[in-house]
């Protein structure tokens, strides 16, 4: 169900609406993120809620050797870093949904399914072998949509990964 009008963005808007950066979610309007130092503590808080999604995400690809057999076997690839490839892809994306999703919630009365429906790209585990999913009818708007949102989040996955490289 939609609950936001045709009016979307500027009916949800909250009171303590911040400017920040302007992108188009799938609703085909522009929605604004506020900037990351409008959320106190936000990057302690975006850091740790990075840490735990990629852990949680690279346990379960680790546990899961059915959806990893038929990924491996969708792309006939070198299996030696397929495990850690997808944790990194799915974890990617969680991350910057949840940054989205906490940026978004800070500007606009939006619940979590508002922030599903306009970011359609908290993909989970599951969605790699269900060939309906929504990871697998992403279209390259969505992908770049969620791209923009990563880069505006301030989180670098990248040494996080490199840490828990090192942790297993």
């Known amino acids: 169900m939609n609950r936001l009008p045709p009016t ?26 506020p900037p990351t130092t409008a959320i106190p ?5 975006a850091t740790a809620a990075a840490r735990v999604a990629l ?8 546990a899961s050797p059915n959806t990893v057999k038929h990924v491996q076997n969708a792309i006939a690839g070198d299996p030696a870093k397929l495990v850690e490839t997808i944790g990194h892809i799915l974890g990617v994306h969680q ?15 939006l619940t979590d399914e508002d ?5 359609p790209f908290n993909y989970q585990l599951a969605d790699l072998a269900d060939p309906e999913s929504k990871l697998h009818r992403a279209i390259p708007q969505t992908l770049a949509t969620c791209n923009r949102i ?15 490289s090192r942790d297993n």
């Open 8 to 33: 979307g963005e500027l009916a949800a808007r909250r009171p303590d609406w911040t400017e920040g950066t302007w992108i188009a979610l799938s609703d085909g309007q522009e929605w604004n993120f």
């Open 115 to 119: 922030c599903d429906r306009l970011m």
């Open 95 to 109: 991350v910057a949904y949840w940054a989205g999703s906490t940026l978004l919630k800070r500007n606009y009365d």
């Open 55 to 62: 852990k949680s995400i690279m346990s379960l690809v680790a």
């Open 41 to 45: 503590g936000y990057d302690q808080v």
């Open 150 to 164: 990563a880069a505006l989040s301030g989180i670098n996955i990248g040494p996080l990964l490199q840490d828990m």
